[in-house]
């Protein structure tokens, strides 16, 4: 358990991991997907080369929605390269579906645990690597789409763990990096990046079981 320091005034959430996850898997879609252009993959296999690419294509430095969409169109063609798709279907199928929200599951634990933090008088708020589409995504799954504060990499200029991403979302909630509680499931994004700012962090580990009930809710 790890308990919200009192000096807290503002509780925000990582999204992908934390929050919502791809439902069905991101391995799946893509095998579809490639398979309409014919591609050899098995979804074995794209999911091994999606984990790559991801790993190749990291988010590192300045960036925006125009750069964003470009650094998927690098990762979509590095997994999929087997394909002859010039006019980009791949990647505006695979786009379009990742930013709605019925490909995204809301995981248990978030309704309670959001309402709980609500009822606590805490400002609630989203800070994620993601881009414009997570609006869109957060409006049709309560209680998300109740959220006021949404800081999206590719609109702040900066992705997590960069310093420039923290201090921004200082300036927009008006608070000292002390006041503020970052809960992801990302080392770097959002646990050592956050720290390292001022920050207060809580790592969730949701592939060791753990659920925010767990963590903040005893």
Known sequence: MA???PNVRAVLFDAVGTL???DPPVAE???REGRKLGTKYTVEEVAGRFRAAIKRH???GATSEEFERNRWRRIVYDVIDDVDDSQELLLDALWQHFGSASSWRLYEDIAPAWQELTRRGYLLGIASNFDSRLRTI???HPPLHECQHIFVSSEVGFPKPELS????VEVRLGLNPEQILLIGDEEAADVTGPIAAGWNAIWLRRDRGETLTDLILH
């Open 3 to 5: 308990p919200i320091p």
């Open 20 to 22: 919502i996850d791809p």
């Open 29 to 31: 879609i893509y095998h």
């Open 58 to 60: 990291h988010q590192g």
């Open 138 to 140: 957060c409006r049709d």
């Open 165 to 168: 991403f923290y201090r921004a």
